[in-house]
């Protein structure tokens, strides 16, 4: 077999047998730069919950050491689901640093430690981004398959959310625990 090298313009790989899975090329190469766009978004989100495990400090210290480490692997683990379904698609998913930069919707700041506001406000951000996709994936594609991921990727977010708005609490708005950036 015969290997390709995606140089990162070419996100078609070649294709032997297509996926005849009811969706038509049009439909599953649209699903796909769709996926491949959260999929940039999940990395970038994952790149920054690592950075703030990996440097936290405080009177928290081990709780939050904690629950970053378990968000950033729950985020992983989302990774791979929308690059498989990616694959399931016919399409390539993307795997370089600059494509994920590139396509993310989510601002990068080198040189900052994100904080809980800032992966709070992410996972926001993160979640009103897989809303719209999921709806345009169902009306627009009739990709029933992609949906169900894109609703079950944004319950994850809201449960992550929900987990980062009830750490801060009234008491971290004070000072205790925040660091705002």
Known sequence: MRHTRNDGNNLTPPVLIHPNIGLDSSARLSV???LN????????????TRGAHW????????????LFENQYQLLLNISDEIAERVRMLGGLAIGSLSEFLRLSRLDEQPGRVPNLLRLLSDHEISIRFIREDARKVTEEYEDEGTFELLVSVMRQHE????????????ESLNGKNLVVV
Do not use: C, P, Q
Not at 37 to 48: G, H, Q, R, S, Y
Not at 55 to 66: I, K, P, Q, T, Y
């Open 32 to 34: 796909v730069e769709i």
């Open 37 to 48: 766009i959260t999929l940039a978004d999940e990395v970038v989100l994952t790149t920054k």
């Open 55 to 66: 440097n936290v400090r405080g009177v928290d210290f081990f709780e939050l050491h904690a």
């Open 159 to 170: 449960k992550i959310a929900w987990m980062l708005r009830s750490y801060i609490g009234a």
